[in-house]
């Protein structure tokens, strides 16, 4: 089992920039990748990128690539995502995930363990 817990979310204004991190416990030793997700009211989870295990492999969703960077420091069991240029439409709901398979992917299903959640607010 791995446990996962986001912090970092908050409130922001349009143009702003948040980082968000997501430490992990307990079965670390495994070799996951790892992603971030969000949820805005009435839609549904949506990829935003996702994260090899050494970090050296990663993707983005087409909304926030050029203004947003995953990246991981395995030593510290933690993953972020440096978030710039926020635009109101990215407020949602974030989630960190992790998963088992050795492949980064953009997939919801391939995911198997998920954190609760930190929300993001960007004001216009």
């Known amino acids: 089992q791995v446990q996962l817990v986001e912090s970092g979310g908050g409130l922001v204004q349009a143009g702003g920039s948040l980082r968000l991190s997501c430490a992990a416990s307990?079965?670390?030793?495994?070799?996951?990748?790892m992603g971030w997700f969000r949820q805005a009211p009435g839609k549904e989870r949506e990829f935003v990128a996702a994260i090899g295990w050494s970090g050296d492999i990663t993707t983005y969703g087409d909304s926030v690539k050029g203004r947003f960077t995953i990246s991981r420091d395995n030593t510290k069991n933690t993953m972020y995502l440096q978030m710039n240029s926020l635009k109101p439409e990215d407020t949602a709901v974030y989630y960190c995930a992790a998963s088992k398979l050795r492949v980064v992917s953009r997939l919801i299903a391939n995911y198997d363990y998920w954190g609760q959640g930190t929300q993001v607010t960007v004001s216009s």
């Open positions: 307990g079965r670390t030793s495994i070799n996951y990748a």
